[in-house]
């Protein structure tokens, strides 16, 4: 596993990794967004969106758990995991026929672990004193990729620990 730390100290940081993460994005891929409430899940999906899929406000899926975005050449499911009573919930969300057939980015992972694919992109985000913080860990699918993004966004600050 391979692994780079960004620092977002603004929503013009995280809309750039989102725009880089969204460039990389290929069929069949998950991108896991994990953190706190307010640690920027849904900000960096919206970005991701935008970048790819040319969607400029894209609704929160808190309350509908999934929302669709055709792209030019890809679909985005953004799906949120918070409300699931069980995690065999997510299976009737279509998890299944999203890995097949586009991306998806997936808030709130760790409520349903058994329905994430092992070739996952990890992204946990936290806030300490204000400033985000994404470490994001890449299983050998992404990791070419995610040197790239990292080589892409070097003018961003960057988390040296």
Same mark, same amino acid.
């Given at each position: ?42 900000? /960096?999906? &919206? @970005? ?5 899929? $040319? +969607?400029?406000? !894209? ?5 509908? *758990?999934? #929302? ?15 409300? /699931?009573? &069980? @995690? ?5 969300? $279509? +998890?299944?026929? !999203? ?5 998806? *980015?997936? #808030? ?26 994404? +470490?994001?860990? !890449? ?7 995610? #040197? ?14």
């Amino acid at each position: 596993m391979q692994e780079a730390t960004f620092l977002l100290p603004t929503e013009r940081e995280t809309a750039a990794l989102g725009a880089a993460l969204g460039d990389a994005l290929r069929v069949g891929d998950a991108v896991l967004l994990a953190g706190p409430l307010g640690a920027g899940k849904t900000t /960096l999906a &919206r @970005a991701i969106i935008h970048r790819r899929c $040319g +969607v400029a406000d !894209a609704p929160s899926p808190t309350f509908t *758990l999934v #929302e669709t975005y055709p792209g030019d050449d890809i679909t985005i499911w953004h799906f949120d995991f918070y409300r /699931l009573e &069980r @995690a065999e919930e997510a299976w009737e969300l $279509g +998890v299944e026929e !999203a890995f097949a057939d586009g991306a998806s *980015l997936i #808030e709130w992972p760790e409520r349903a672990p058994a329905a994430l694919p092992e070739q996952a992109l990890s992204v946990m985000l936290s806030v300490n004193g204000g400033v985000r913080r994404a +470490v994001l860990t !890449a299983p050998p699918a992404w990791a070419e990729r995610l #040197e790239k993004i990292a080589d892409g966004l070097k003018n961003q600050p960057r988390d040296a620990s």
